[in-house]
C-alpha cells in the first residue's frame, strides 16, 4: 500500500463480540481517518483523530492513535452483522490534502 | 455532506479504446479532487490530484498520459483512460476533500472498467 500496513488482513468474529484492527503509517501525519468500504463500493468516512489527540469516541466506534509508534487502532464495540465490510485507515503524511490508505481489514460479524 | 457522483458505475470496453469517468460534487465547490484506483481485494492507490484549472498532480508510477485527467469546473473532474489494456481493468473511485486540514474525505461510488 501507499501508506502501511493494517492487521488482521481479516478478521471473523460473533455479533456482540468487540472487533480491532490495527493500523501502522510511515510517515509524520496531521490527522489519520478510518474508513468502511462495502464489497464494490465507495467508502464511508467513520472517524478522524488528529495527531494531537491520543483517542476519540464516535458511537460504538473507539479509535487510538500512538504518533510515536505511528499506529493507530479502530474498536468496535458490539459488533453487528451490518458493520461486515473493509476497513481502511488514511493518513495525509503531513500534507493535509492528499490521504494515502492502508492495506484495510475485512471484518466478518456472523449473526 | 458532500455528495460525489460518479459515472458510470460499470463500464466495458475493447482494448485500446479510451472511456471517460466522470465525477461530480453535488453540493460542494471542489477545487480539489481525488482519482483512486482499487484492485480486487487491495487497499486504495492514490493516483492523482485533480485541480481545478491547473494540471493534475500524479503520484509517482502513474503514467500522465495514460490517464488523463480534466477539472475544467468546481464540480466536475473526468479521469480518461487513454488506450485501454485489460490490465486497466479496476476499480476508479474519486473523492473530494473539503478542504486542507478538515480532513474528511467524501467518495463517490466507484466506476468499474473492464477492458476485454
Known amino acids: 500500500s501507499q501508506q502501511g500496513e493494517e492487521d488482521p488482513q481479516a478478521l471473523s468474529i460473533q455479533e456482540g463480540e468487540n472487533a480491532t484492527m490495527n493500523c501502522s503509517y510511515k510517515t509524520s501525519i496531521n490527522n489519520l481517518q478510518w474508513y468502511r468500504q462495502n464489497s464494490g463500493r465507495g467508502l464511508v468516512h467513520l472517524i478522524l483523530?488528529?495527531?494531537?489527540?491520543r483517542e476519540k469516541h464516535s458511537g460504538r466506534l473507539r479509535v487510538t492513535l500512538d504518533t510515536s509508534k505511528k499506529s493507530s487502532s479502530l474498536l468496535i464495540t458490539a459488533s453487528r452483522a451490518a458493520d461486515t465490510a473493509s476497513y481502511f485507515c488514511a493518513t495525509d503524511r503531513g500534507t493535509g490534502n492528499q490521504f494515502y490508505f492502508g492495506t484495510g481489514t475485512s471484518l466478518t460479524v456472523i449473526p | 455532506g458532500a455528495v460525489v457522483s460518479q459515472h458510470p458505475s460499470w463500464v466495458i470496453c475493447k482494448s485500446g479504446t479510451s472511456v471517460k469517468i466522470e465525477c461530480r460534487s453535488l453540493?460542494?465547490?471542489?477545487?480539489?479532487m481525488f482519482w483512486y484506483r482499487q484492485f480486487p481485494k487491495q487497499s486504495l492507490m492514490l493516483m492523482a490530484t485533480s485541480n481545478e484549472g491547473s494540471k493534475a498532480t500524479y503520484e509517482q508510477g502513474v503514467e500522465k498520459d495514460k490517464f488523463l485527467i480534466n477539472h475544467a469546473s468546481l464540480t466536475l473532474s473526468t479521469l480518461t483512460v487513454t488506450s485501454a489494456h485489460p490490465e486497466d481493468s479496476s476499480f476508479y473511485i474519486c473523492s473530494v476533500n473539503r478542504g486542507r486540514n478538515t480532513g474528511e474525505l467524501f467518495f463517490g461510488e466507484g466506476s468499474r472498467l473492464t477492458v476485454l
Open positions: 453540493d460542494f465547490q471542489a477545487t480539489t
Open positions: 483523530i488528529r495527531s494531537n489527540e
